[in-house]
Nanobody, 123 residues
């Protein structure tokens, strides 16, 4: 049974930082591309960042470029999202997702999803 468990969310002031983690189990982690998505109340889920199975390719949404960094540790079956210079508009529930194959930005292309971790940025 595949499980993706996010952690690291919380309440932070604007300009602050958080590091999200997503621990994977039940799959051969090193063969899956991983992605981070977010969903704010009343809005659709949106792409944040993705990383290839070997970590050599990463892509981020324009709204987070230069502030957020996705990385992975295949030895620990974990993907990370380092979030710096946080803004109130970054407030959302953040989800990690796994996909067998190449990196893509579209949420329907991912096979497995975590339950999410809430990030709240106060102004």
């Amino acid at each position: 049974q595949v499980q993706l468990v996010e952690s690291g969310g919380g309440l932070v002031q604007a300009g602050g930082s958080l590091r999200l983690s997503c621990a994977a189990s039940g799959l051969t982690f090193s063969t899956y591309a991983m992605g981070w998505f977010r969903q704010a109340p009343g809005k659709e889920r949106e792409f944040v960042a993705t990383i290839s199975y070997y970590g050599g390719s990463t892509y981020s949404a324009e709204s987070v470029k230069g502030r957020f960094t996705i990385s992975r540790d295949n030895a620990k079956n974990t993907v990370y999202l380092q979030m710096n210079s946080l803004k109130p508009e970054d407030t959302a529930n953040y989800y990690c997702a796994a996909r067998r194959g190449s990196v893509i930005r579209a949420a329907p292309g991912y096979d497995y999803w975590g339950q999410g971790t809430q990030v709240t940025v106060s102004s």
